[in-house]
């Protein structure tokens, strides 16, 4: 069986995403309002439907290079898949802190963690950790008075 | 308007002690906060605005100027040596200035933005004052269509020209103009593709897409490939020849590439409202379409460095200029100079010129000398700045990464910001890995607002063939038309020319 390339996946999500907007555009009474969504997602859904035909024709001709594990490795920059996914793993997790438990705990504490996972010594961790924060709550909410996020716990405590 | 007695009275304010020492002191706070990535000199603008009710114009104004020239200049050395845009317009320039500072050639590639920057700063200032008079029939020509018509082209240039596939880089424009469609229409207010959420009211901050869709990419990709961003044993990038001959380069090398970004940038920025974030975009489209070495665009070209920072550079004073002359904002962080005009009693518009002729050119002035201040500091501060390049990636991933975040965040004080540069990142991710076009998402989703406008008044105002209204909509549409079938013509005619060798070979 073909396997289906990522850019596939992608290209389906586009059209599902932009068939929704086109469908909801339809609803709106005024001209004005619904003119551009409805112009630009009817022009992308063509087109990713073309390019979405055109890559389940020849995706799969193209194999990729791997590395000693197996792992496929993108030409350019030798970055892997894994690699990536990790990557993107820990900035969810700065996301999600962040969004928890404000700038004021995750800030220091995603810093300090990364820092000490990176093999870094703990005490050594957690001064670059608070560090950064020391400076942003001095530019940012002495000099520009930006109240930092406090995140919902906090934000949920306090009330 | 008696220009030069006017000229000398605006060099005599600029040079006083005290606007020459406030100018200063407002060139280093720029580079500081152009270098950081998460504000900018606009920002600094605002926070200055409370405080101008009843100053001194004279003193104040170049203040504003300073800030906003060189802001700039201090983002092109963040977006070369970290790859993150250090300000909105700096985004172009990290495509290639990075990608020259991962070769090794950080030097070299901070010396061709900074020399660029300077010299486009202060032709731009240089090309602003004979100009004034000639502006009001340029922007008289220019009616709705043909705006809309400038903006479609700007977006065909960069779809068309996305590598491996064009349809790719059409279907990236479309996904940034449908993100543009997200939350209440400027025009009428009516909220669309909100399916009942309140944050998406508003519509998914610039800040957030830029952050997530070009910067956090990046350096999730560097912390994927472990390496810092110049490899080991690369060049001595660190040496102030280094920068110094990437600057001579400029003028050596690409004074071409140079002179067409200046003037496509001083061309946009006096269009109202286009500003830099479109100039330096058209201005790196037009470099790879004209490039003889299209396919090294976006893997370290020094072309690819000139074009948008000639553009960037450029741009702030001609839209300066609009704003000064018509009191139409050039761009959007001009409604701040509009406002600031207003707080310290002057009006702007055709009158400004006629009666504040001194203080207009004071403005302009004041932009160059920041700009040649700032090329000082850069330039005797480069071979330290370029040391960031030999930062292990975790570091910059540890340390940049929350200040992403962070700016994802401040912009609004929305906490669903910081969600959505989560959701824009892996978006951004999506589209770098698999071959779409980063830069066409970021420029339809900037420009998304302003297309949609010049949309439905032509329409209403022209009809459907409002791409006919002027000669000027012709030579544009005629121009957008040659953009989309060059690509699939040139493929005919080498297809051709393949069969008919092959059939004189057989024969």
Request: glycine letters at 10%; aromatic letters at 8%.
């Amino acid at each position: 069986m073909k396997k289906i390339s990522p850019t596939a996946c992608f290209l389906v999500i586009v059209l599902i995403v932009m068939t929704v907007v086109f469908v909801t555009s339809l609803g709106y009474r005024e001209l004005n309002v619904k003119l551009m969504p409805l112009i630009v997602s009817g022009f992308t859904i063509v087109l990713s439907a073309f390019a979405l035909v055109q890559d389940l024709r020849t995706g799969s001709e193209h194999t990729k290079a791997t590395d000693e594990e197996g792992e496929e490795i993108e030409e350019d920059d030798g970055v892997t898949l894994r690699g990536l996914f990790r990557a993107f793993v820990w900035f969810a997790a700065l996301v999600a802190a962040v969004y928890v438990f404000g700038f004021a705990v995750a800030m220091p504490a995603w810093i300090a963690f990364y820092l000490w996972k990176s093999g870094h010594r703990w005490w050594t961790s957690i001064i670059l950790g608070i560090t950064p924060l020391i400076i942003v709550y001095l530019i940012f909410t002495v000099l520009f008075e930006i109240k930092l996020y406090p995140g919902i716990v906090f934000a949920w405590l306090s009330h | 308007m008696q220009t030069i007695p006017a000229l000398l009275e605006a060099l005599a304010n600029l040079f006083r002690p005290e606007v020459f020492l406030v100018v200063l002191a407002a060139t280093i706070v720029s580079l500081i906060v152009g270098v950081l990535p998460a504000i900018s000199g606009g920002l600094c603008v605002i926070m200055l605005l409370p405080f101008l009710f009843g100053a001194d114009p004279t003193l104040v104004m170049p203040i504003l100027c300073a800030l906003m020239a060189v802001s700039g200049l201090g983002g092109s050395i963040t977006s070369v040596l970290t790859g993150i845009p250090g300000d909105n317009p700096n985004a172009a320039t990290v495509l290639d200035g990075f990608a020259m500072t991962r070769k090794g050639e950080a030097g070299r590639s901070l010396g061709l933005a900074l020399g660029t920057g300077v010299l486009s700063g202060v032709a731009g200032v240089l090309l602003s004052i004979p100009v004034i008079p000639l502006m009001a029939p340029i922007l008289m020509a220019c009616k709705t269509p043909e705006m809309l018509l400038i903006i479609v082209l700007a977006l065909l240039f960069l779809a068309v020209l996305t590598k491996g596939s064009r349809v790719k880089g059409l279907i990236s424009a479309g996904i940034g103009l449908t993100m543009a469609c997200v939350g209440s229409q400027a025009a009428s207010g009516v909220e669309r593709l909100t399916f009942g959420n309140l944050y998406l009211y508003d519509g998914i901050e610039t800040a957030t897409v830029l952050m997530g869709i070009l910067a956090v990419p990046t350096l999730l990709e560097l912390r994927a490939a472990g390496v810092s961003i110049a490899p080991p044993g690369s060049v001595a990038a660190g040496k102030l020849s280094e920068v110094w001959r990437g600057a001579k380069e400029v003028l050596l090398k690409h004074k071409l590439v140079w002179l067409r970004g200046t003037l496509l940038g001083y061309l946009v920025g006096i269009a109202p409202a286009l500003g830099s974030n479109t100039g330096v975009w058209i201005a790196y489209a037009q470099a790879k379409q004209a490039s003889k070495n299209p396919d090294e665009m976006g893997k370290g070209s020094p072309e690819g460095i000139v074009a948008p920072e000639s553009a960037r550079g450029v741009c702030i004073s001609a839209d300066l200029l609009t704003t000064l002359v018509f009191g139409i904002p050039g761009s959007s962080i001009m409604v701040v100079f509009l406002a600031a005009f207003f707080m310290t009693g002057i009006q702007p518009g055709p009158m400004l010129v006629i009666q504040h002729t001194a203080l207009a050119f004071e403005m302009l002035l004041s932009m160059a000398l920041a700009t040649l201040i700032a090329a000082v500091i850069c330039f005797f501060g480069a071979p330290l700045l370029v040391k960031i390049t030999r930062v292990s990636p975790h570091y910059l991933f540890a340390f940049l990464l929350p200040l992403m975040v962070l700016g994802a965040y401040v912009t609004r004080e929305y906490p669903m910001d910081i969600i959505a540069i989560g959701l824009t990142a892996l978006l951004g991710l999506a589209i770098k890995r698999l071959g779409f076009s980063a830069p066409s998402i970021i420029l339809g989703f900037v420009l998304g607002d302003l297309f949609e406008r010049y949309m439905v008044r032509s329409v209403n105002l022209y009809g459907l063939g409002f791409f006919m209204s002027s000669p000027i909509s012709i030579v544009l549409t005629a121009l957008i038309i040659i953009s989309v079938l060059w690509g699939p013509a040139k493929a005919l005619f080498v297809r051709l020319r393949g069969s008919k060798a092959a059939l004189e070979g057989g024969a």
